[in-house]
């Protein structure tokens, strides 16, 4: 049996996982068997660059936190090498780049992720991972809020040219037909 420090040591642990999966609109569970170190690093600096934090966390601790967190889909997938992403702003960064991750590495395989408080089954996870960045959705919905407006300024810009062309010809109809009064 554990001495208390040990206890108070590991509940410490199950609370701080709690929190940051509390305070987390979404995360991946990974498992990381396989992998070298070399490409372990690599991913690691690619999740920190996008706010990620990657973690690798023994099954019991998980379990505990899943257990105080109401996350019973987590508990099927708490066997073998375990490692999670929890991300901070983007809810699609730690789908996104570790599914991207394991299309390259046979041994590397998403388990199971959460979203907004809830479990999320491995094929909303993979749903995740195939949409477009934050950023990207960001600036196709600022497009779509400017794209009448600029369609607007082209149909007015048309109609400007044309009354310009419109003058233009009636000053030159008008400019002819004098010159053909005071020819006469």
């Known amino acids: 049996m554990p001495n208390a420090q040990v206890l108070e040591q590991k509940k410490a642990q199950v609370a701080s996982l709690v929190e940051k999966i509390k305070n987390s609109p979404a995360g991946v569970l990974v498992d990381y068997k396989g992998i070298n170190v070399a490409d372990d690093t690599a991913l690691r600096k690619e999740l920190r660059e996008a706010g990620v934090e990657y973690m690798v966390v023994k099954n019991t601790m ?4 899943a257990e105080e967190l109401g996350f019973d889909g987590f508990l099927e ?8 992403a929890i991300g901070s702003d983007d809810v699609v960064a730690p789908a996104k780049i570790l599914s991207k991750f394991a299309k390259g590495h046979d041994n590397f395989k998403l388990k199971v ?6 479990v999320a089954p491995l094929s909303k996870v993979e749903e995740l991972a195939k949409l477009p960045s934050k950023e990207v959705l960001i600036a196709q919905t600022l497009y779509s809020f400017n794209y009448p407006i600029m369609q607007l300024a082209i149909a007015l810009n048309a109609i400007a040219e044309k009354g310009e062309a419109d003058q233009e010809a009636l000053v030159s109809t008008l400019v002819a037909e004098k010159s053909a009064e005071a020819a006469e």
Do not use: R, S, V, Y
């Open 77 to 84: 997938h708490l066997n073998g090498t375990t490692a999670i």
């Open 113 to 118: 992720g959460f979203l907004e408080g809830a």
């Open 62 to 65: 998980l379990k505990f936190a």
